[in-house]
């Protein structure tokens, strides 16, 4: 299995390995771009360094995030990050996103600093630009981005395909998993748990708790989920307008009394879960439509993985490569 935790070479030399791998195994080339991006902290400081490394100029902003660090803190990671590379003279940082800046780029990522993308931030961008989205195309949250705004600017948005085998993101979906239900007290071996799942997870998801020794059984919803005695619920559910509320926790409730509700993916009224007394995972509850644990968790080899996974399907569709079945890049 995947490693569940932060490997001990986990590091800045590492991650620039994984990063430069990554470029080479994509083919990867911004040269003579202009790419806007996010300054982060920790593994998500990858994604201006991948983007300057590829060729590209680049503006990271960021904003302040309450659970990421400052606007100053991600500045100063990405911009050690990036000297560590060679790039520190490729990338110009700032604590805005000004209008300058999204007038002159080719590419601009959806990334959380950055995000939500409104439809003013949009109309200042070149209809030939190209928004990149750091996720599958079936993926898409409504909130982050004004879709409406870039059909009537023709501004084109790429989502990029995880599970196409250079960018291979969604092999960590199953240790992802595992990871959440240890943060919550549980080791998956020997355990019963079924996996409420109506996308493209599934398959991950079961794989890797059977791969942890879990006895693992798939249900599309929670109409489908049987009476038994589980020990865990995984929610791994397309988010909906509104949360699952009382009715579908209260089914879950009685049809798996005292299991561990572990909420992966899918929007959950946690109000309810508490009235009706269920246990639920993680603790702190996820953004509207976010997961419940992020990928870096497990380090940053998924998260090299998706950034340059999604500049690459942003160069594509900048370029003009017409998307392919089953290809990097695909259009929303």
Same mark, same amino acid.
């Given at each position: 299995?995947l490693?569940?935790?932060?490997?001990?070479?986990? =590091?800045?030399e590492?991650m620039?390995e994984s990063?430069?791998?990554?470029i080479?195994i994509?083919?990867l080339?911004?040269?003579?771009?202009?790419?806007?991006?996010?300054?982060? =902290?920790?593994?998500?400081?990858?994604?201006?360094v991948?983007?300057?490394?590829?060729?590209?100029r680049?503006?990271?902003?960021?904003r302040h995030?309450?659970?990421?660090?400052?606007?100053?803190e991600?500045?100063a990671?990405?911009r050690?990050?990036a000297g560590q590379?060679?790039v520190?003279?490729r990338?110009?940082?700032s604590?805005?996103v000004s209008?300058?800046?999204?007038?002159?780029?080719d590419?601009?990522t959806n990334?959380?600093r950055?995000r939500p993308?409104?439809?003013?931030?949009v109309?200042?961008?070149?209809?030939?630009?190209?928004?990149?989205?750091?996720?599958?195309?079936?993926e898409?949250?409504?909130?982050?981005?004004?879709?409406a705004a870039?059909r009537?600017?023709g501004?084109r948005?790429?989502a990029v395909?995880?599970?196409h085998?250079d960018?291979?993101?969604?092999s960590?979906l199953g240790?992802?998993?595992?990871?959440?239900?240890?943060?919550?007290?549980?080791?998956?071996?020997?355990?019963?748990?079924a996996?409420?799942?109506?996308?493209p997870?599934a398959?991950y998801?079961?794989a890797?708790l =059977?791969e942890a020794?879990a006895?693992?059984?798939?249900?599309p919803?929670?109409?489908?989920?049987p009476?038994?005695?589980?020990?865990?619920v995984?929610?791994?559910?397309l988010?909906k307008?509104e949360?699952?509320?009382?009715d579908g926790?209260a089914?879950i409730?009685a049809?798996?009394p005292?299991?561990?509700l572990a909420?992966?993916w899918?929007d959950?009224?946690?109000?309810?879960a508490?009235?009706?007394?269920?246990?639920?995972?993680?603790?702190?509850?996820?953004g509207?439509?976010?997961?419940?644990?992020l990928?870096?968790?497990?380090?940053?080899?998924p998260?090299?993985r998706?950034q340059?996974?999604?500049?690459?399907?942003?160069e594509m569709v900048?370029r003009?490569?017409?998307?392919?079945?089953?290809?990097?890049?695909?259009?929303?």
């Open positions: 299995m490693e569940l935790v932060r490997r001990r070479d986990d =590091t800045p590492t620039l990063i430069e791998r990554r080479g994509l083919g080339d911004l040269r003579g771009l202009k790419v806007v991006t996010e300054a982060a =902290t920790g593994a998500y400081a990858s994604t201006a991948i983007a300057a490394l590829a060729g590209a680049v503006h990271a902003c960021a995030a309450s659970r990421h660090g400052s606007a100053a991600a500045i990671a990405t050690q990050l590379a060679g520190g003279d990338i110009i940082f604590d805005v209008a300058p800046v999204l007038r002159g780029c590419i601009l990334s959380g950055l993308i409104t439809a003013d931030m109309g200042l961008l070149s209809p030939r630009a190209v928004i990149a989205l750091m996720f599958e195309a079936w898409f949250r409504g909130a982050d981005l004004d879709l870039c009537k600017r501004v948005v790429a395909n995880e599970r085998a960018v291979a993101v969604f960590f240790p992802l998993l595992v990871c959440l239900l240890r943060d919550a007290g549980m080791i998956a071996a020997g355990k019963r748990i996996v409420l799942c109506d996308n997870f398959d998801l079961l890797g =059977t020794g006895h693992a059984s798939l249900f919803g929670v109409p489908a989920l009476w038994g005695r589980w020990d865990a995984v929610l791994s559910l988010p307008e949360p699952l509320g009382h926790l089914a409730a049809r798996a005292d299991a561990l909420q992966f899918g959950v009224d946690r109000g309810a508490s009235a009706l007394g269920l246990r639920l995972c993680p603790r702190a509850e996820p509207r439509g976010h997961m419940g644990i990928l870096n968790r497990l380090g940053h080899e998260i090299v998706l340059a996974g999604s500049l690459k399907a942003a900048w003009g490569v017409a998307p392919e079945k089953d290809g990097i890049a695909s259009l929303l």
